[in-house]
């Protein structure tokens, strides 16, 4: 029997505060220049009372500075009611080549708490690096800054060029330039919030176009004092007034700044400055895009065999393995927001019918390879682990451009539509440039890449995809934007609430990935009609989609939103509405299960 779903009471998000770090008095670790530091911030697990494997964040590294305040700030959650410890760790980046921190010399740690440095005057504690061998060395000094960070979902585009900057002498070339925005905080100390790329030998250089959040120009705050830095290498900088955005608001472009200290007509000119408000995830969502799950298991032989109870695709007698919580964590998030619940699914490095494959079907039908919801993908996997043979070597470019070609054949539809490949694997990447390739080249695409990793392997280069600080770049193309978040199955094996802490991880970057690609490619979110909403209201139904019982005619898709006057022989639900608990970063919503007759 049919019943109306129950909303679950919305659960009040906790505050973001964010974190500005600079350090001072560091250890020099280089021989022939200064060392090259980036600061590294990690949580305590609440229930280990241990410092998590995995970072909450980092900040750039900066290029042979003792001192330096850092750009990059990091974002947590603010939780009064709870003790938070919180370590800052500064190294010395030595090998570029592995974004781990372990792979970077130590220079020290630096342990608090979040409510302490909430606490202290100015939102502002300074605390002495630590080396756990140098006990008594002097390592630095790491000094934080905290602020509440605003809800403000604008963005503000900038075009920035400066005029007539000066060469150092009579025989020097044009000046290689860049520049540098500082925000004042609440304590009136300024720190820098975004820094443009370089451009070399012009002395009237015009930089890319750039964007940022509101809340990283001003947090929100239209009078927030800011100033602009204009620097060349080894240079003081020339800086122009203080001014406000809502200056810049109540101002027409072009904007000229003088830069001081600098000879008269030396400027710096705002071009052009638009402030959009882009949709939310959720106002897509509401809209009627739905999300659609494709997944990828490792079949190869480091995986051992699953006969034996040491492989990672051992059948255990509760019926699991890391492979099918994973599948499951994700696969019950993800499923709720899949129109039809059907899922392609692939397996990469098996030997099938006597022939090695980086993409073959789970379900032996190369040419329909979806199954249905999440047993669906779990069937599949054990039935072919039973007819294939694990074989090798580990290949994501494949599956990788076979997601990207099932995203091309839906993109020409009414609806945009966004896809999330599940990768399972549990060694190291035997195809990384053509892996990097296909990543650039579906970074143009709807498509957001997962990367699980099971088991006990090295996955350091898998964090060299994650692309959270540089984006990947091959052949002279760069990716359009970030889409790839790997996360190491081991780090989550022992908590107390392991799955639902996976999802959380591995999802957590999907609602900005979404709503960068429907941006960038100017795909507006669809609105439920007015009337609609108050029928739905009124008939104690949810404001997104009214309640609909099995067998009623599902809505036409139209423009707009969701209309209820189908065409004789529509499709029908299979199934009502749904309410999943979900993870935070996406928070709960509601879809429809489309069927056929």
């Known amino acids: 029997m049919y019943q109306q779903p129950v909303i679950p009471l919305a659960v009040p998000t906790a505050p973001k505060l964010e974190l500005k770090i600079k350090c001072k008095g560091l250890a020099d670790l280089d021989i022939l220049s200064k060392s090259d530091p980036q600061c590294f911030v990690f949580l305590m697990d609440p229930k280990t009372r241990t410092w998590c494997k995995e970072p909450i964040g980092k900040t750039e590294m900066v290029l042979n500075k003792l001192e330096c305040e850092f750009v990059k700030s990091i974002i947590i959650d603010y939780r009064f009611e709870s003790i938070q410890p919180i370590r800052f760790t500064v190294v010395d980046v030595d090998n570029r080549n592995n974004p781990a921190w372990t792979a970077q010399e130590l220079i020290g740690h630096f342990d608090t708490e979040v409510g302490k440095i909430v606490g202290s005057r100015g939102r502002t504690i300074a605390g002495r690096l630590d080396h756990p061998q140098r006990r008594n060395a ?115 472009m072009p904007q000229y700044f003088p830069l001081s200290p600098m000879p008269a007509g030396t400027n710096l000119m705002i071009r052009k400055m638009v402030v959009t408000e882009p949709p939310s995830f959720l106002d897509y969502l509401a809209g009627g895009v739905p999300l659609n799950l494709v997944v990828a298991i490792d079949f190869t032989q480091s995986n051992g065999d699953p006969r034996h109870p040491q492989s990672l695709h051992y059948r255990n007698p509760s019926g699991e393995n890391d492979y099918t919580r994973a599948i499951r964590s994700v696969g019950n998030i993800l499923q709720c927001y899949d129109t039809d619940k059907k899922f392609p699914v692939y397996g990469f490095g098996g030997k099938v019918n006597g022939q090695v494959s980086h993409c073959f079907a789970l379900n032996g039908n190369p040419q329909y390879p979806e199954v249905d919801g999440v047993d669906g993908i779990l069937a599949a996997y054990w039935h072919a682990l039973q007819f294939s043979e694990l074989w090798g070597p580990t290949n994501f470019s494949p599956v990788i451009n076979q997601t990207a070609a099932i995203c091309n054949q839906h993109r020409s539809g009414a609806v945009e539509e966004y896809y999330v490949l599940l990768i399972l694997t549990d060694g190291v990447i035997t195809d990384m440039d053509n892996t990097i390739n296909a990543i650039i080249a579906a970074s143009r695409l709807p498509l957001s890449i997962i990367i699980v990793g099971v088991g006990s392997a090295n996955f ?138």
Request: some cysteine.
């Open 138 to 252: 002097n390592r630095g000094t790491v000094i934080v800054t905290a602020e509440e960070q605003s809800q403000s979902k604008r963005f503000i585009k900038f075009n920035i060029e400066a005029t007539k900057l000066t060469k150092k002498g009579f025989f020097s070339s044009d000046p290689n330039s860049f520049f540098i925005i500082h925000r004042a905080g609440t304590n009136g100390v300024f720190s820098p919030i975004y820094q443009s790329p370089v451009i070399k030998s012009k002395s009237n250089p015009l930089w890319p176009e750039f964007s940022m959040k509101e809340i990283e120009l001003c947090n929100g705050d239209p009078e927030r004092p800011l100033k602009i830095e204009v620097k060349k290498f080894k240079d003081n900088g020339r800086i122009t007034p203080v001014f406000t955005f809502q200056e810049l608001l109540n101002t027409q």
């Open 460 to 597: 350091d280069n898998m964090n060299v995809l994650d692309a959270d600080d540089e984006p990947l770049r091959s052949n002279g193309k760069t990716m359009a934007r970030d889409i790839v978040q790997f996360v190491p199955f081991r780090d989550f094996q022992n908590s107390a609430f392991g799955g639902e802490a996976l999802a959380e991880a591995v999802l957590a970057e999907v609602p900005d990935q979404f709503v960068s690609y429907m941006t960038q490619h100017n795909v507006r979110a669809r609105t439920m009609p007015r009337a609609d909403t108050m029928q739905a209201m009124n008939n104690g139904g949810m404001p997104y989609a009214p309640s609909v019982a099995p067998g009623s005619p599902i809505a036409a898709h139209i423009q707009g939103g969701y209309s209820f006057h189908s065409p004789p022989h529509s499709p029908t639900l299979r199934g009502s509405v749904s309410i999943s608990r979900a993870p935070q970063g996406i928070t709960n919503r509601m879809s429809f299960q489309q069927g056929k007759n």
